[in-house]
């Protein structure tokens, strides 16, 4: 994680973890775009509210697709620029400078599922959700993407 301080976040919640899992966390300080992990080295990669904030989210992908063993499995769930509403998504356009400042470099306008897709994985299962009251969070784009 490219973020200092969500290494205690880290910390602290894989010590409710039983014993069997708690010591396996491994911290590992850096960024998308550039993992710092063998090729073909790991089983999953989750991703939650992320590509909004790198820098390169198709860099980013690559990458994930990189360290994934054959069959690994990348879980994702992103917020993405409205496919259904032109109206929301210029909104999404026009708020995106000021989301960027306020909350650590997340873009209201990308389309993560797009990007997702050219990253041609070998098979990906992704659903395109419009979520009620979740503002500028939305719509949003889930699954699972197998290397």
């Known amino acids: 994680d ?29 960024v998308s775009e ?9 089983d999953a990669v989750v991703c939650t509210l ?7 989210p198709e860099r980013s ?18 917020h993405v620029l409205s496919q259904t509403d032109p109206d929301f998504a210029k909104e999404q356009i026009q708020y995106t400078p000021a989301q960027v400042k306020r ?10 599922g797009k990007m997702i897709q050219n990253t041609n994985f070998a098979k990906l299962d992704m659903e395109y959700l419009e979520l009620k009251n979740f503002g500028y969070l939305n719509p949003t784009v889930c699954g699972i993407a197998t290397a």
């Open 103 to 112: 909350a650590d470099g997340c873009h209201l306008d990308r389309q993560t």
């Open 61 to 78: 992908l690559k990458e994930i697709k990189r360290v994934l063993k054959p069959g690994g499995k990348f879980l994702f769930w992103e």
């Open 2 to 30: 490219p973020n200092d301080r969500m290494e205690d976040y880290a910390r602290n919640n894989a010590k409710s973890l039983t014993d069997k899992y708690k010591d396996n966390l491994r911290i590992v300080h850096g």
């Open 34 to 42: 550039a993992l710092p992990l063998e090729s073909k080295s790991v």
């Open 50 to 56: 992320t590509l909004c904030s790198v820098l390169d």
